[in-house]
């Protein structure tokens, strides 16, 4: 057995590889080049931890991170509660009473903002938002700039994710509701629970390890949001949509400031694995 399992090796070198190559190594790159002054050109300069200090007293670094927190919630709390109620609705009612295609179709609609590119997503939500033709403004008759205006920009940002991200818990959920034996609805059903009792004692007891594997990728999803902030945003106005993939990508390729956005992208690395690491812990015990 241990010589069998000793072959299994063979087969993970490519992939250990490709992720040494990949990851492993621009991100050993990325730690280095954040202990130094470096405007991309030339030869870095080296600083210490100067970087980190003055990321302890940036402000808009510590702001990014609070519009990240924001984010948390509307891409991962809201979707995966949403989410969970669409798709125990979708499989315990919609497919009972007007059939499977039916919910499959609904499912498919739900889904589809995860198919679209984000470019294309976030151009479309740009047109319509927009303050003077845009259609929702346009519908309700407002004179809103849903993007322009710093105290209701980050809000919309959020309500513009929690569509985005809809889907995907949805298909997660359903996927999970498949392997649940149908006669534990039907007897409890029997027994004359209603649709929310059979949600709340069944659904949710069912699918807890859906609910872990959604809520962990959605979160890291949202720490490291970056397209749909610079096709919206790009970070604005006045930073109030700011978040730090954001504000590094500004010191890389904007300020040529190098060596302070590879810091910043350093702590958001760290973050995440951090967040990773507590959230696998949380599910180790629950199980």
Known sequence: MRARQRGYWVYLIPSLILFTGVIVVPFAMNVATSFTRWSGVGTPTWIGFENYARLLEDDRFWASFQHNVALILAMAVVPTLIGLVLAAALFDYIARRFGPRTASALRAAFYLPQVLPVAVAGVVWGW???????????????????????????????????????????????????????????????????????????????????????????????????GPIFVLTRGGPANATMVPSYFSYLNFFQKSNVGYGSAIATVLALIIVVVTFLFLRVQERDA
């Open 128 to 226: 319509l938002l927009h303050p003077s033709y845009g259609a929702v403004n346009q519908i309700f008759g407002l004179e809103v700039d849903w993007l322009g205006d710093p105290s209701i920009a980050l809000a919309t940002v959020m309500a513009v994710m929690v569509w985005f991200q809809l889907g995907y818990p949805v298909v997660i959920f359903m996927a999970g509701l498949q392997r649940v034996d149908p006669a534990l609805y039907e007897a409890a059903e029997i027994d004359g629970a209603g649709w929310w009792r059979r949600f709340w004692h069944i659904t949710l007891a069912q699918i807890r390890p859906e609910i872990f594997v959604v809520l962990l990728t959605c979160t890291i999803a949202a720490l490291k949001v970056f």
